[in-house]
T-cell receptor, first 110, second 115 residues
Framework: ELKVEQNPLFLSMQEGKNYTIYCNYS?????LYWYRQDPGKSLESLFV?????AVKQEGRLMASLDTKARLSTLHITAAVHDLSATYFC??????????FGEGTQLTVNP | EAGVAQSPRYKIIEKRQSVAFWCNPI?????LYWYQQILGQGPKLLIQ????????DSQLPKDRFSAERLKGVDSTLKIQPAKLEDSAVYLC?????????????FGQGTRLTVV
């Protein structure tokens, strides 16, 4: 059974600081997705990573994928309050099924 | 482009009652998913449809949950009878028909509270 583990699960950081969220998974896959969820809202797609070494950046967020290490990272640069949300990674497997991690609840404090 | 539509947004029922949720995916999306998201956890796949056929329902509690996708478009998820532990947000998602692209687009969800 595929396991997807994120860490940390809770992250409180100050505005202007940098930090990285890690997503480890237990089986081979070359499809990794990052989603954002605001309280009471649905999931918003952030990044789609479809090959080893893929790196994508959008604003203050950058995601990367290392399929050999079965690891994806979401790096936050110079955090701002608007980034406060829960971030999920999800691994794609056969049949286009997604298996999600537990989520990282990020709080950015002024 | 219209997104994934779900209704109702909220539902409160007593245990042992039945409930149904409706989903209309993005036009042209052949694959439709129902996920269950319990508070504080990541979404868990319940069932996946490809057009009107079931691809994966291995995690669907079939003694109480059922789902259908008539005509390969709209879908309905039903719970009968509901238990307290079914309290969760039920998310519907769909994916475009492009080979190898499985980016899922999610609806707003239905928040179910069983009391």
């Amino acid at each position: 059974e595929l396991k997807v583990e994120q860490n940390p699960l809770f992250l409180s950081m100050q505005e202007g600081k940098n930090y990285t969220i890690y997503c480890n998974y237990s089986t081979t896959s070359d499809r990794l997705y990052w989603y954002r969820q605001d309280p009471g809202k649905s999931l918003e797609s952030l990044f789609v990573l479809l090959s080893n070494g893929a790196v994508k950046q959008e604003g203050r967020l950058m995601a990367s994928l290392d399929t050999k290490a079965r690891l994806s990272t979401l790096h936050i640069t110079a955090a701002v309050h608007d980034l406060s949300a829960t971030y999920f990674c999800a691994v794609g497997t056969s049949g286009s099924r997604l298996t999600f991690g537990e989520g990282t609840q990020l709080t950015v404090n002024p | 482009e219209a997104g994934v539509a779900q209704s109702p947004r909220y539902k409160i029922i007593e245990k042992r009652q039945s409930v149904a949720f409706w989903c209309n995916p993005i036009s042209g999306h052949a694959t439709l998913y129902w996920y269950q998201q319990i508070l504080g956890q990541g979404p868990k796949l319940l069932i996946q449809f490809q057009n009107n056929g079931v691809v994966d329902d291995s995690q669907l509690p079939k003694d109480r949950f059922s789902a259908e996708r008539l005509k390969g478009v709209d879908s309905t998820l039903k719970i009968q009878p509901a238990k307290l532990e079914d309290s969760a947000v039920y998310l519907c998602a769909s994916t475009p028909p492009y080979p190898g692209n499985t980016e899922a687009f999610f609806g707003q969800g239905t928040r179910l509270t069983v009391v």
